[in-house]
């Protein structure tokens, strides 16, 4: 069984940062796009960035230049560092997997991310 846990998440003042990690461990055989999505309350759940096995990603317009994406491919671990957060920035945060070659879709449990002074 795979299982994404994502860590990182906290109270944070506005402006100030934030670096979340994902760790994937179970029986993976490989991992194809990783994602962050992220639900507020009484919201859907959004993509917030995306990244590819070569590296190209992908940001949700009300994060660009504020969020980054990256990926340690041979560790199977997804990184989120989240700059000039916003009250707006505030929900739960999920690590996502696609599986490869089943294309299974994984999930993690969510690490809340509070934005708040």
């Known amino acids: 069984q795979v299982q994404l846990v994502e860590s990182g998440g906290g109270l944070v003042q506005p402006g100030g940062s934030l670096r979340l990690s994902c760790a994937a461990s179970?029986?993976?055989?490989?991992?194809?796009?990783m994602s962050w999505f992220r639900q507020a309350p009484g919201k859907e759940r959004e993509l917030v960035a995306n990244?590819?096995?070569?590296?190209?990603?992908n940001y949700a317009d009300s994060v660009k230049g504020r969020f980054t994406i990256s990926r340690d491919i041979t560790d199977n671990r997804l990184f989120l560092q989240m700059s000039s957060l916003k009250p707006e920035d505030t929900a739960i945060y999920y690590c996502?997997?696609?599986?490869?070659?089943?294309?299974?879709?994984?999930w993690g449990q969510g690490t809340q991310v509070t934005v708040s002074s």
């Open positions: 990244i590819a096995p070569i590296g190209t990603t």
């Open positions: 179970g029986s993976i055989f490989s991992i194809n796009v």
């Open positions: 996502h997997a696609i599986l490869s070659p089943s294309y299974t879709a994984i």
